[in-house]
């Protein structure tokens, strides 16, 4: 099966400027995620849909990014304006209904590497 | 807070040596994830433990969960060069209902041949 495709794989923008990354996930996989992976450390978890449903956006910062998932299927995140923090590769991941067995297994894309100058 | 913590953060180790990762979380849970991330490269799945005593074999890498201690290890045996990578344990917690994943540091692995 096809995996998780992202793009762009690397972008370089100013600070104050946008920037906007897509995702589509594994088809067939009603929830997807973006994580937020900053050089050294372990990917943090910006925003969940469950299909075109937002699940869990606790930790995305509403002042500058946002994403949606309109029909269900891709998904875009964006950030407006960014900051020097906001460096780091932006994961796109997607998983399917949980098994009997109770597993999620996430399934994770290339990335999108972004530095903000 | 909810904080998944790994030691060691960097090992370097030899060629045919055994070592232990650790991953200890503050929640419960009883889903513990193991992926493998290679530089400049996505994450991919190794394990996923789901219970108390489980316990998961492929190849060199042997993962294995306590949730009574809120305990994962993953043990490297005979360590070759291509199994330097850097390793991450990720928790799904009860509480969120909302099946994401938390992601400890990651251990940096390099085998030395």
């Known amino acids: 099966e096809a995996g998780v495709a992202q793009s762009p794989r690397y972008k370089i923008i100013e600070k104050r400027q946008s920037v906007a990354f897509w995702c589509n996930p594994i088809?067939?996989?009603?929830?997807l995620y973006w994580y937020q992976q900053i050089l050294g450390q372990g990917p943090k978890l910006l925003i969940q849909?469950?299909?075109?449903?937002?699940?869990?956006d606790s930790q995305l910062p509403k002042d500058r990014f946002s994403a949606e998932r309109l029909k269900g299927v891709d998904s875009t995140l964006k950030i407006q304006p960014a900051k020097l923090e906001d460096s780091a590769v932006y994961l796109c991941?997607?998983?399917?209904?949980?098994?009997?067995?109770?597993?999620?297994?996430?399934?994770f894309g290339a990335g999108s590497r972004l530095t903000v100058l | 807070e909810l904080k998944v913590e790994q030691n060691p953060l960097f090992l370097s180790m030899q060629e045919g040596k055994n070592y232990t990762i650790y991953c200890n979380y503050s929640?419960?849970?009883?889903?513990l994830y193991w992926y493998r991330q290679d530089p400049g490269k996505s994450l991919e799945s190794l394990f996923v433990?789901?219970?108390?005593?489980a316990v998961k074999q492929e190849g060199r890498l042997m993962a294995s969960l306590d949730t009574k201690a809120r305990l994962s290890t993953l043990h490297i045996t005979a360590a070759v060069h291509d199994l330097s990578a850097t390793y991450f344990c990720?928790?799904?917690?009860?509480?969120?209902?909302?099946?994401?994943?938390?992601f400890g540091t990651g251990t940096r692995l390099t085998v030395i041949p």
């Open positions: 991941a997607s998983s399917s209904p949980l098994l009997q067995s109770g597993a999620n297994v996430l399934t």
């Open positions: 929640t419960t849970s009883d889903r």
């Open positions: 849909f469950q299909n075109n449903g937002v699940v869990d």
């Open positions: 990720a928790v799904a917690p009860y509480q969120t209902g909302a099946n994401n994943l938390f």
């Open positions: 433990l789901l219970s108390n005593g």
């Open positions: 088809s067939g996989h009603a929830t």
